[in-house]
Every structure is written in C-alpha cells, then in structure tokens.
C-alpha cells in the first residue's frame, strides 16, 4: 500500500514545550525508512509549517484557541489530499489536539471511517468541563456529532463540524477519565475497552470485540488515533501525561498487527512523543518503541515477513 507521511511540529494543544520535534525525533530514528523497508509505497511530505496566533487570549480557561484551530485546519486540508489520493496517512505529532484536524480532513475523503483511538485518555472534555484548558484533552469534542450541544463555538474554530457519530467511535486503553468525560461517554453512547477489559477480555478477545462493535460488517476505513501514553511509562516515559498501568510493547505488537491485518488502516496519528520530557535514555526508549509499534501498524510480522522480490536461496 502506499503512505503519505506528514510532520505536526505542534504543541500548543497542552503546556509541555517539546512535542514540536516529535516529527524531527521520530524520522532521526528512521521511521519512515522503517515503512518502506516493509514494501509500502512512501511519499514524505516534509512538516507542515505552524505558526502562533498573535494575541491569542485565552477563552475561558481554553489556551491558544486560535492557534490549535488555525493549526488543525492545516492538518484537515492535508490529510484530506493524502487520503483523497487513496494513500494511507500518517500524521506525525505533536500534541493530541492535531486529531481534530486528522479526522476532519479523513472524513472529508472517508465519511464512512470508523476511529479507533488508544489513549490513557478520553480526550472528551469540552471547553466548558476542561479543569486545565488544555486542547489535547477535548479533541474528540469538536469531532463527534452528539458532543454539539456541550461544546462551544471557539474562536478559531469556525472552519470545524463535527464529523463523526458516537457509535463510530471506539478506545483502547483508557485509565485516566475525567468525570465530565464519563458522563459525557455514558449520555453519548462511545464505547470503551479501558486497562479493566484489557485485563478482561484480554487482546484477542478484546481487538474482535473492538471491530464488530464499531465496523460488524467489517468494510469501513479505520482512522487510528496512537496516543503514545496509551502505554505504560516503563516503554513510553517522555510523554506529558503518563499513567501508569498501562499496555507493553507486546500488547501495541498485538493490536498494530490485527488493525494491520484488516487492511483497511487509512490514517494513522502518532502524537505526544515529547523528547524534553525525561532522560536521554527515557527519550531514546519512547521513541524507538513508538518506531517500533508503528512498524506493526505497516505490515512487521513477529511470524516473520518476506518481501515481494524474495528469490528462495
Ligand atoms: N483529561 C486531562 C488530560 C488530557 C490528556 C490529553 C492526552 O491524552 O492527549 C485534561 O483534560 O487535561
Ligand atoms: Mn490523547
Ligand atoms: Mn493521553
Ligand atoms: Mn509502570
């Protein structure tokens, strides 16, 4: 298959500098080189430029409305055309709030996705519920439909409708949910396989529950959201918001090789690497554990691979 990878030097989603050379950290560790050696087709298309707001008041407690909004309306023109061409996306992040502009711009190309978001996090607050107004932590507010009625117009927002519904939507992961997110998940009906049904379930029952509930006639793009403090912190430490408890790198190998397994991956967010967080050894572990899962999500195999112009010895 083929893949466009864009850059999001973005932090501005949440108050830790640093997720800005997320891109720049993850193709230092060959991230894309990694993609092609596995025989898909990649087409780089460098970083997107991003730049501040002047003046950009907060609304409310809401930091950097007009920034996040202008950023993320970058991002939905891009993903759009990376998806349009029928190549499969991955956004490079930065900070969780640049999945507002991924599943818009996706949506306009694949209105029928399905999103699959893998998180510590709900990321389901809305402006008014946020207690640190912070943008990364309200993302799929402005995404799905039956969050209209909770989340105000922001300015900077004007270009953004919500574009999913609530039973197109799905999490792996979750530890760590806000009260208001709950009751929001509850009144909407988003349904969740937290660290308890991970442990439940365990994975080969939880990832087939995953996609009969959200795609039962298993035909609908994916739109896959990789939070990278879905992880425990013993893989993935330079991340601002880790929570311990979370998956290993055996179970991300696991969920990357079923979602890969469906081909039907069409975007792929990879966001919260932040390599000022930590020691060099924290930072050198997240990211090439995240280059790592992300090689499961393009086609690495742990029962081996063989590539298309292999001659038998
Ligand atoms: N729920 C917290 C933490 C959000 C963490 C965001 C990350 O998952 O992208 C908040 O709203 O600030
Ligand atoms: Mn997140
Ligand atoms: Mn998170
Ligand atoms: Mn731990």
Redesign the pocket.
């Known amino acids: 298959p083929s893949v466009g990878v864009v850059g999001i030097p973005f932090s501005k989603?949440?108050p830790r500098g640093g997720t800005e050379h997320g891109p720049a950290l993850l193709r230092d560790y060959g991230i894309v080189e990694r993609i092609q050696d596995l025989g898909n087709k990649v087409t780089d298309y460098g970083d997107l430029t991003l730049d501040a707001v002047e003046d950009d008041k907060p609304w409310n407690k809401v930091k950097n409305p007009r920034t996040v909004g202008q950023a993320n309306r970058k991002v939905s023109e891009c993903v759009s055309k990376i998806t349009r061409d029928r190549q499969i996306a991955l956004t490079l992040g930065g900070?969780?709030s640049i999945a507002i502009g991924s599943i818009h711009g996706h949506a306009q190309s694949c209105p029928d996705l399905v999103v699959v978001w893998i998180?510590?996090?709900?990321?389901l607050?809305t402006p008014l519920s946020?207690?640190?107004g912070?943008i990364?932590?309200?993302?799929l507010s402005f995404i799905v439909k039956e969050m209209a009625p909770y989340t105000a117009r922001l300015p900077g927002f004007e270009w953004c409708q919500p574009c999913i519904s609530a039973r197109d939507l799905i999490y792996i992961g979750l530890r760590?949910?806000?009260e208001a997110?709950r009751a929001y998940m509850t009144e909407c009906g988003i349904a969740s396989y937290s660290m308890q049904e991970v442990d439940k379930y365990g994975l080969p029952d939880m990832m087939e529950r995953v996609l009969k509930t959200v795609d039962p006639t298993g035909k609908r793009p994916i739109h896959l959201s990789f939070?990278v403090?879905a992880m425990d912190p013993e893989y993935s430490p330079s991340t601002?918001?880790p929570v311990h408890g979370g998956l290993t790198r055996r179970e991300m190998y696991y969920i990357a090789e079923e979602i890969a397994g469906t081909g039907r991956l069409s975007c792929l967010d990879v966001?919260?690497v932040n390599p000022s967080l930590g020691t060099e050894a924290d930072r050198k572990k997240t990211v090439r554990t995240t280059v790592d899962v992300v090689s499961h999500f393009f086609g690495k195999r742990r029962e081996g691979n063989v590539s298309a112009d292999f001659k038998m010895p």
């Open positions: 989603g949440q900070d969780h998180d510590a996090h709900a990321d607050n946020s207690d640190s912070n990364h932590g309200m993302p760590d949910v806000d997110e939070d403090d601002g918001t966001v919260e």
